[in-house]
């Protein structure tokens, strides 16, 4: 069946500007989560939705990250005033329930400049 | 310290060498450990999933838990140039949510020469 999917797969902007990055998690899987995967680091956790809540969005770096999900379905991480130091490859997950594997989408690369 | 050390690499090896990845941790509430794969420019994708401490094998690759000591490898016999990616171990507690909240590693990034 279809994976997580993830659009769009590159986005260039300039310092300053908003940016909406979407998931389409895995028909079903009640659980998402976002991460950013920047240079040379790991994997830093975002938020977690449960259905169209967010029990856990303690990992948003700052107030200019937010996210939403609608239903059980798609998923927008909104990136306000994007700073330079935001340029990472946002990653999204979901699993079929909140103790499952998780299952990764491709990735959005946002390049600030 | 970070909770999760993993050796970035680079690591190379000849095709059909055997490889070892490990990672270390530091909180012992920690309940299950991972290994994921990625390739360039693609979402990382789970190989070897693991709750106890002890080996789990499939196919060629083989997970060992070491719960005492805090350490985690992931070995891969007989390794092919379709091996190199990146290698990153994972691993996950209950948190707040109720939910599995996982720990990466940084990864280890592993070249195969044919």
């Known amino acids: 069946g279809a994976g997580v999917s993830q659009s769009p797969s590159n986005k260039v902007t300039e310092k300053g500007k908003d940016v909406e990055l979407r998931c389409d998690p895995i028909?079903?899987?009640?659980?998402l989560y976002w991460y950013r995967q920047r240079l040379g680091q790991g994997l830093e956790f975002l938020i977690y939705?449960?259905?169209?809540?967010?029990?856990?969005k303690s990992g948003l770096p700052s107030d200019r990250f937010s996210a939403e999900r609608t239903g059980e379905s798609v998923s927008t991480l909104t990136i306000q005033r994007t700073q330079q130091e935001d340029s990472a490859v946002y990653l999204c997950a979901s699993s079929k329930s909140r103790t499952d594997t998780q299952y990764f989408g491709p990735g959005t690369r946002l390049t600030v400049l | 310290q970070k909770e999760v050390e993993q050796d970035p690499g680079p690591l190379s090896v000849p095709e059909g060498a055997i490889v070892s990845l490990n990672c270390t941790y530091s909180?012992?509430?920690?309940?299950?450990f991972m290994w994921y794969r990625q390739y360039s420019r693609k979402g990382p994708e789970l190989l070897m999933y693991?709750?106890?401490?002890g080996n789990k094998e499939d196919g060629r690759f083989t997970a060992q838990v070491d719960k005492s000591s805090k350490y985690i490898s992931l070995f891969i016999r007989d390794s092919q140039p379709s091996d190199s990616a990146t290698y990153l171990c994972a691993m996950s507690f209950r948190g707040s949510g109720g939910y599995q909240k996982v720990t990466f590693g940084i990864g280890t990034k592993l070249q195969v020469i044919p």
């Open positions: 939705f449960q259905g169209n809540s967010a029990p856990d």
């Open positions: 909180n012992s509430a920690f309940q299950y």
């Open positions: 028909s079903g899987h009640t659980a």
């Open positions: 693991t709750y106890s401490s």
